[in-house]
């Protein structure tokens, strides 16, 4: 009987301490980040996951959020809409609160659905096209700019700075590119330029050589390219091949350093459009040394992704809860210290910050249009 009960009550501090794992483990908040992870775009879903972990370390080693540790859970979407629908059902099964993502905007527009059906808070660090908070529900933000002001900043450039060339617009066919070749059109129509061409190409492929031909026989001065860093920089490589000497510029799909690992030198003078390097913030400098002593170069959305997070977390602790209406009034009223700067979000869900400016390639990396 002795033995019996001895055991009983091992078995019941061996319960009881599972239980207490069980609930701490219940305690912790699952957030997401998701993009791009696999496939030819995953250079930017690598940077959004240094972003987000980096940002949770950051976080928990800080206290974490409302007294509880973040739980990251990282999601691949390949930039494919069906997929992101997928990874965003799976967000759910597991709990998360809250989604640091996605990248592309074709991903982010159908997953939005399913995080408004579920009461899940969703800030992209990187999608731009307009419809996403035009058409998101309450809890859809975003700390980048939108395609529309991005395509203000590029016609009005092009217009000024390029008179008299000949001006190719392409696109992608994606949300992203064709929504930002559509708005810079948009603008270069306002600014009393008429685009010699407006075409349309098939991502993944390797040989534009038929729509580089097109454009040396219309004798296109400069080349407007909607979408992503992997066609530009082979469009631009085919165009030199082939002695078409225009002038390339694109959007914040160039901030990368894969553009310059399939251009090389014939990257030099790129011209491409993106919000201020938060790099240069000094508010931001402890994170960025963060990041480089431990082998990231915070490009790109590397600091997007983790002001996504801060901004998220600042906006819980003001609001005593992760609830989803609480959060929507927390971030829909606040300011939130980041990375990126002092930011808030405007009735659309859009980041209250600075706009575009122009970025040029040389020697292999980016930097602020000097002229």
């Excluded at 330029?193 to 534009?208: H, L, S």
């Excluded at 631009?236 to 553009?259: C, H, K, M, P």
């Excluded at 000094?282 to 490009?299: H, I, L, S």
Aim: aromatic share 8%; charged share 20%; proline share 3%.
């Amino acid at each position: 009987m002795r033995k019996e009960i001895v055991w009983l009550a091992w078995l019941l501090a061996v319960l009881a301490v599972c239980a207490m794992g069980l609930t701490a483990a219940q305690a912790d908040i699952t957030i997401a980040t998701a993009g791009p992870m696999t496939g030819q775009y995953a250079s930017f879903g690598q940077q959004m996951k240094a972003g987000a972990e980096m940002a949770v370390k950051d976080i928990n080693d800080a206290g974490g959020v409302l007294g509880q540790q973040l739980q990251l859970e990282i999601g691949d979407d390949a930039c494919d809409p069906k997929q992101a629908v997928a990874v965003a059902n799976q967000m759910v099964n597991k709990g998360v609160v809250f989604m640091a993502g996605h990248f592309c905007s074709g991903s982010s527009i159908p997953a939005s659905a399913v995080y408004d059906e579920e009461g899940i808070v969703q800030i992209s660090p990187a999608s731009t096209n307009p419809k996403l908070t035009d058409e998101g529900g309450p809890g859809v933000y975003r700390v980048c700019g939108r395609d529309d002001q991005q395509g203000i900043v590029a016609g009005a450039y092009i217009a000024k700075n390029f008179s008299g060339k000949k001006v190719a617009v392409l696109h992608d066919k994606t949300a992203y590119g064709k929504g930002l070749a559509d708005e810079t059109n948009k603008q270069l129509d306002k600014n009393g330029v008429k685009a010699a061409m407006y075409e349309a190409y098939t991502a993944g492929e390797k040989d534009y050589s038929a729509l580089v031909s097109k454009m040396k026989a219309e004798d296109i001065g400069v080349i407007y390219i909607g979408g992503y860093h992997t066609e530009a920089g082979l469009i631009l490589r085919q165009a030199r091949e082939r002695g078409l000497n225009a002038q390339l510029i694109s959007g914040d799909a160039l901030v990368t350093a894969e553009y310059w690992q399939i251009t090389g030198d014939v990257g030099e003078g790129t011209l491409m459009t993106f919000s201020p390097d938060p790099r240069k913030n000094p508010d931001a400098a402890p994170v960025v040394k963060r990041f480089r002593d431990a082998g990231v170069e915070p490009e790109g959305y590397v600091l997007y992704t983790y002001a996504a997070i801060q901004a998220w977390a600042q906006a819980a602790e003001q609001a005593k809860s992760t609830d989803f209406d609480n959060m929507v009034k927390s971030l829909n009223t606040n300011k939130f210290n980041t990375v990126l700067g002092n930011i808030g979000f405007d009735g659309k869900g859009d980041v209250t910050a600075p706009g575009y400016v122009f970025y040029e390639w040389s020697n292999g990396s980016y930097d602020y249009v000097k002229k």
